[in-house]
């Protein structure tokens, strides 16, 4: 059974950058999308972006665009969340979640395999 | 731009009880893109209803969803005491969108 492993938790001072990995073990994802979710302090669950690993494409909600990276490495089943020009508003949990993929209509499906958060504070 | 609304904020029950959450979508939703999840403190979320009515792996059958359009339903026929989170709905596509949550405490 695949799971997730991220990277540890980080801070890091305002208009710094951070980058998250995902590591699937167990299994592979090639055949998957990988997306990534924050969660604020006492805050509910927001889509920060995705990636289908087998074609290397990503995309990003539209409020983290032009700032926001996602990446994959296939030969360490690594996935990749870079997120620029910090500020205290990007402090929170990021997670990475496994999902299917429609090929065909080039969507995602519901995730069903989560990693275990990765706390990021951004603080001067 | 689309928006997914959970009523109640907040649902007090005893175990026991039956849990009704609902999710409004501020235009029409597919039915096949439309996913609930549980989450604890301390915890990532967990899958519990994907396509708005069918069950995820290992999920009991106390669950269930339902709806079409602009209204979906999760329904837990009986609270047990695991059971007492918060759950979301989710509109998964191009790309995927959560609704606010709506907490299920113990009465």
């Known amino acids: 059974q695949v799971q997730l492993v991220q990277s540890g938790a980080e801070v890091k001072k305002p208009g710094s950058s951070v980058k998250v990995s995902c590591k699937a073990s167990?299994?592979?994802?090639?055949?998957?999308?990988i997306t990534w979710v924050r969660q604020a302090p006492g805050q509910g669950l927001e889509w920060v972006g995705g990636?289908?690993?087998?074609?290397?494409?990503?995309n990003e909600a539209q409020k983290f665009q032009g700032r926001v990276t996602i990446s994959t490495d296939d030969s360490t089943s690594t996935v990749y969340m870079e997120l620029t020009s910090l500020s205290s508003d990007d402090t929170a949990v990021y997670f990475c979640a496994r999902g299917g993929y429609d090929y065909i209509r080039w969507t995602y499906n519901a995730m069903d395999v989560w990693g275990q958060g990765t706390t990021v504070t951004v603080s001067s | 731009e689309i928006v997914l609304t959970q009523s109640p904020g907040t649902l007090s029950l005893s175990p026991g009880e039956r849990a009704t959450l609902s999710c409004w979508a501020s235009?029409?939703?597919?039915?096949?893109?439309l996913a609930w999840y549980q989450q604890k403190p301390g915890q990532a979320p967990r899958l519990l209803i994907y396509?708005?009515?069918t069950r995820a792996a290992g999920i009991p059958d106390r669950f269930s969803g339902s709806g079409s359009g602009t209204e979906f339903t999760l329904t837990i026929s009986r609270l047990e005491p695991e059971d007492f989170a918060v759950y979301y709905c989710q509109r998964y596509g191009r790309s995927l969108l959560f609704g606010g949550g709506t907490k299920v405490e113990i009465k």
């Open positions: 396509g708005s009515s």
């Open positions: 990636i289908i690993p087998v074609f290397g494409t990503a």
């Open positions: 167990g299994g592979s994802f090639s055949s998957y999308a």
């Open positions: 235009e029409s939703v597919s039915s096949t893109s």
